[in-house]
C-alpha cells in the first residue's frame, strides 16, 4: 500500500549482521567507472552507514565553484533501525536533524527499540496507529493514491498532539501500490503469478517475493529499476521534496534500507533542482559504494533474499546518469518532471532557497501534518 505516515520519533531494532564466514556466492559487480569519490562522513557513526552532509560534500567536489550548497542542512544515509544511542544522540545533538525521510516499504521497518523509546517516551507512534493510517490509504480509479479516510489519519494525529515535535520523521512508502502493480505484477508473466499467487496462499511470501526478484527483476538489472522508479513513483519523489520546501524541516536526513536507490534519486532530484551538475550529482551517488562497504555482506544477504544478485548492493555510475538522462529525455527536465507529479513553482523555489547559499529568499512555506496528509502522495 502507498502511503505517507508521521511518527515524531526515530525507529531502532537489534541488529543482526551476517557472519563473514557465511556461506555468500556472489559475483561482484565494478562500475566501469569510479570516480575518486572518498566519502568523508561516513565512518564517524558506529550502526548508522553510507551517512554524508550532501552540500559540504558537494562543495569540496566541485572547490566551492558555481553554485554553492549550504552545509549541515541536507544529510543521507542507510536505515537507522541498528543505531545506538550514542549514534542517535550525534544525529540529534551534533548534526541537529530535525526531520527524518525514511522511504523504505511498511514491511521493512524495523521494530522501536528499547534504548529509542527511553531516550524519547512521549513522542512514540504505536503500531496500531501507524497500521490504521496505512489501511486509510487506497488507490484512486486514476492509479493515483488517494485517502480513503482522511479524517481518521488527522484523528489519528490529534491523539499524539498538535505540537510539532523537536525530530519528526516522515514515512514515505516510495515503491507503493502504483509501482509495484504497474512496474511488477502487471509484467509478470502468467505462469509466474500462478506460482507466485500459489507460494502466498501457502503462507510463503519470503518465497514468492525472492521468486518475483530472481525470475523478473534480476534480469531487468538496475537500469530499469531506476527507469521503473522514474515512470511510477513520481508522486513519492515530490511528497518527499515538498518536505525540502519548509525551512521548518531542516536539517534533513533522508534514508532507506542502504540509502542508495530510492535515496540516491531524491537527492539526485533535489540537487539537479538546485541547480547541481549531473557529474556532480553521480559523484554523491557513487560515494555510496564506500559507504556500504563495512556491511557490504550484509546487504549482498539482504538483497538474496529479495532474489537479487550481489550487484544490486553497489552504485555504478552508468545507473545514475541513465536516471537522469531518462528523465530529461522523458520530461525535458527535473524540475518539469517534479512539476508533472504535483510539485509547484512556488516550492521548487522554496527548495533552491533552502539549499543554495546566497539564493534569493521565497515566500516561506511552512511544513505540517496537514500538508503532508494533503500532498499529491495523500
Not at 497500521?131 to 486514476?142: L, N, R, V
Amino acid at each position: 500500500t502507498s502511503f505517507i505516515r508521521m511518527n515524531k520519533t526515530l525507529l531502532q531494532q537489534p541488529c543482526t549482521y551476517v557472519s563473514q564466514g557465511s556461506p555468500v556466492y556472489v559475483t561482484q559487480y565494478i562500475p566501469a567507472t569510479a570516480p575518486d569519490v572518498a566519502s568523508r562522513d561516513c565512518t564517524e557513526f558506529k550502526r548508522i552507514f553510507n551517512f554524508r552532509d550532501v552540500g559540504k560534500n558537494y562543495n569540496l567536489d566541485t572547490n566551492n565553484q558555481g553554485v554553492r550548497f549550504k552545509e549541515n542542512v541536507f544529510f543521507r544515509s542507510g536505515k537507522l533501525d541498528d543505531a545506538t544511542s550514542e549514534d542517535l544522540d550525534r544525529l540529534m545533538e551534533h548534526h541537529n536533524i530535525r526531520s527524518v525521510i525514511d522511504l523504505r516499504g511498511e514491511f521493512e521497518q524495523g521494530e522501536i527499540g528499547t534504548q529509542l523509546v527511553a531516550a524519547f517516551p512521549s513522542h512514540v507512534l504505536n503500531a496500531g496507529m501507524a497500521k490504521q493510517a496505512i489501511q486509510a490509504i487506497e488507490e484512486g480509479s486514476d492509479g493515483k493514491p488517494k485517502v480513503r479516510a482522511r479524517r481518521k489519519v488527522r484523528e489519528l494525529e490529534e491523539q499524539m498532539g498538535r505540537e510539532q515535535p523537536p525530530h519528526v520523521t516522515y514515512y514515505i512508502n516510495f515503491a507503493g501500490t502504483r509501482y509495484r502493480l504497474k512496474n511488477v505484477w502487471n509484467p509478470l508473466p502468467f505462469t509466474t503469478k500462478m506460482r507466485v499467487v500459489s507460494l502466498v496462499v501457502q503462507g510463503k511470501k519470503p518465497e514468492a517475493v525472492q521468486l518475483i526478484g530472481e525470475t523478473f527483476m534480476q534480469p531487468k538489472g538496475m537500469f530499469q529499476l531506476y527507469q521503473g522508479f522514474v515512470d511510477f513513483c513520481g508522486a513519492e519523489i515530490v511528497a518527499a521534496l515538498k518536505i525540502f520546501a519548509s525551512a521548518d524541516s531542516y536539517p534533513i536526513l533522508v534514508h532507506c534500507a542502504q540509502g542508495k536507490d530510492r535515496t540516491g534519486l531524491v537527492v539526485a532530484m533535489a540537487l539537479r533542482l538546485a541547480g547541481a551538475s549531473d557529474d556532480a550529482i553521480v559523484k554523491d551517488y557513487v560515494r555510496s559504494n564506500e559507504g556500504l562497504e563495512p556491511i557490504r555482506a550484509q546487504c549482498i544477504a539482504e538483497m538474496g533474499r529479495d532474489g537479487l544478485s550481489a550487484d544490486f548492493t553497489y552504485a555504478p555510475a552508468e545507473v545514475m546518469q541513465h536516471a537522469l538522462t531518462y528523465v530529461n529525455r522523458i520530461y525535458g527536465s527535473v524540475e518539469e518532471y517534479l512539476l508533472h507529479h504535483g510539485m509547484t513553482r512556488n516550492e521548487v523555489e522554496a527548495i533552491r532557497t533552502n539549499l543554495i547559499e546566497g539564493y534569493p529568499t521565497a515566500s516561506p512555506l511552512s511544513m505540517s501534518a496537514d500538508s503532508v496528509l494533503n500532498a499529491d502522495v495523500q
